[in-house]
C-alpha cells in the first residue's frame, strides 16, 4: 500500500498528539510530511525529529529560521508532496491554511470548528468546486459521518458529483453532550458561577474556550452549525441530547425508523484514525477496545434549555439564516474571554450573544466591536451594583 502523506497544522496540540498517536500505530499507512505550530519551536522541532520531517512551519516569528505566519501556514498546506491536511489550528486562523490546501486540491481532515462555523458556505463551495473531500474530525461529527454512510449513500462533506444522497433518507441527527459540570445539579445560578467551577470538566480535557463552552453548551451549538454545513442539513433536522458518558458520539435518526448511533472510547484518536483512513477502516487503533462494563447505565437526556440559555439562542438563530453563526461564534468568543478574565458574570455570555443577534451585524470586526461593547457596559454596572 503506498503510504498517504500527511501535512500537520496544529501538531503541538492535543489534536495534533492524538494525529501523531495514530501515525506512530500505523507506520506502514502514513507518513508525515509536513508540521506546524503556533509558536512552540522546541517543541515542533522535537516531532519534526522523531517523525523524520523537512517541511516546517510556525503562526508566529522565531530564532529557528523555520518560516512563519500565514503564508508560511498556507504554503505548507498546499505542499506538492501532500495528500491529506489535518487542520487543528485554534480558531479562525485556521481559515486561510484551509482554503490553501482546498485550492491546491488537496482532502482535508478538520479540526477547527471556525473555519465552518465562521464561512461554511464558501468552504464548502470551493470544497465541491475543487472536487475535495473535506473529513470531520470532531468525534461527534465523525460519529454523524461513520452513521450516514451506512446507506450506502455519500454523505455532503465528501461527494464529488451525482453519487446517491444520504440526505434523502435522513429525518435528523443527534448530537450527543456531555453536558459540562453543571447538568446534573438541580439550579444553574449562571451570576454565581466560578471561573475555575466553570473549568472543571468531568469527561475531556480541553483548553479553557472550549471548556467554558462546554460548561454553556455553546460547544454544542458550535458543532450544531458545522453538522449543518458538513451535511447539508436543514436547522429543523438538529437535535441534542445530553450523555454524560460520552460513549455514544451521536445519531442519525433515518425516515424509516432506524436510529443508528456509533460508539467508542471518549478518545479523539479514534475519529481522528477514521478521517485519515477513510473510506478504509483500519484493523487496529491506538486505544483500548470497548469493554462490556462500559456499556451499563447509559444515560440520555434532552437538555433543558432554560438552564442553557447559549444553546437556546442557537436553537432560537440557525433557522434565521447563516448571517447567525459568526455573531454566534465571535460574540460567545469575546464574551468568554471575559467571563475568564473576571470582567463579567458567566449569565452575561448569553446576554452578549443575545445583543449580538439583535443587531444582526454581518462584518465579522463590527461583531467583535459591538460584543465588547456589551462587555464593557456589562462589567460596568456590575462595579456601579457591588
Ligand atoms: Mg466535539
Known amino acids: 500500500m503506498m503510504r498517504k502523506r500527511l501535512v500537520i497544522l496544529g501538531a503541538t496540540g492535543s489534536i ?22 503556533g509558536r512552540d519551536v522546541a517543541g515542533l522541532q522535537r516531532l519534526a525529529a522523531q517523525f523524520h520531517v523537512k517541511h516546517l512551519a510556525l503562526a508566529e516569528p522565531n530564532d529557528a529560521g523555520i518560516p512563519f505566519g500565514e503564508a508560511a501556514l498556507c504554503a505548507l498546506a498546499s505542499l506538492d508532496e501532500a495528500d491529506l491536511v489535518v487542520m487543528a ?16 486540491g488537496k482532502d482535508v481532515a478538520l479540526a477547527t470548528k471556525e473555519v465552518l462555523v465562521m464561512a461554511g458556505t464558501e468552504v464548502m463551495r470551493r470544497r465541491l468546486s475543487r472536487g475535495v473531500r473535506l473529513l470531520p474530525l470532531d468525534s461527534e461529527h465523525s460519529a454523524l459521518f461513520q452513521c450516514l454512510q451506512s446507506t450506502a449513500s455519500v454523505p455532503a462533506c465528501v461527494r464529488t458529483g451525482d453519487e446517491a444522497k444520504a440526505d434523502e433518507r435522513l429525518a435528523e441527527v443527534i448530537l450527543t453532550a456531555s453536558g459540562g459540570p453543571f447538568f446534573k445539579c438541580s439550579e444553574i445560578d449562571w451570576k454565581r458561577i466560578t471561573v475555575a467551577e466553570a473549568l472543571n470538566h468531568p469527561r475531556w480535557d480541553m483548553g479553557p474556550k472550549v471548556t467554558i463552552d462546554s460548561a454553556t453548551m455553546m460547544n454544542k451549538g458550535l458543532e450544531m452549525i458545522e453538522a449543518l454545513h458538513l451535511f447539508a442539513l436543514d436547522p429543523a433536522q438538529l437535535r441534542v441530547w445530553v450523555h454524560p458518558q460520552s460513549i455514544v458520539h451521536s445519531f442519525v435518526h433515518f425516515k424509516d425508523g432506524a436510529l443508528l448511533a456509533q460508539l467508542a472510547q471518549p478518545d479523539m484518536a479514534l475519529p481522528i ?27 440520555f437526556a434532552e437538555p433543558d434549555l432554560h438552564r442553557f440559555p447559549c444553546l437556546k439562542l442557537v436553537f432560537e438563530a440557525l433557522p434565521m439564516g447563516a448571517w447567525t453563526h459568526p455573531i454566534l461564534t465571535l460574540a460567545n468568543e469575546v464574551a468568554v474571554k471575559a467571563f475568564l478574565a473576571g470582567r463579567i458574570s458567566a ?18 470586526d463590527a461583531i467583535v466591536r459591538y460584543a465588547e461593547e456589551a462587555v464593557t457596559r456589562f462589567e460596568r454596572a456590575a462595579v456601579v451594583s457591588s
Open 89 to 104: 489550528i485554534a480558531g479562525m486562523a485556521g481559515y486561510a491554511p484551509t482554503l490553501a490546501a482546498i485550492d491546491s
Open 347 to 364: 449569565d452575561r455570555i448569553a446576554a452578549v450573544i443575545e445583543e449580538g443577534l439583535t443587531r444582526a451585524e454581518t462584518n465579522f
Open 273 to 299: 484514525q477514521y478521517a485519515l483512513t477513510w473510506p478504509d477502516r483500519a484493523l487496529h487503533a491506538p486505544v483500548p477496545a470497548m469493554t462490556l462494563a462500559q456499556m451499563q447505565n447509559l444515560e
Open 16 to 37: 495534533g498528539a492524538s494525529t501523531l498517536r495514530v501515525v506512530a500505530a500505523h507506520p506502514e499507512r502514513f507518513e508525515v510530511v509536513g508540521l506546524a505550530a
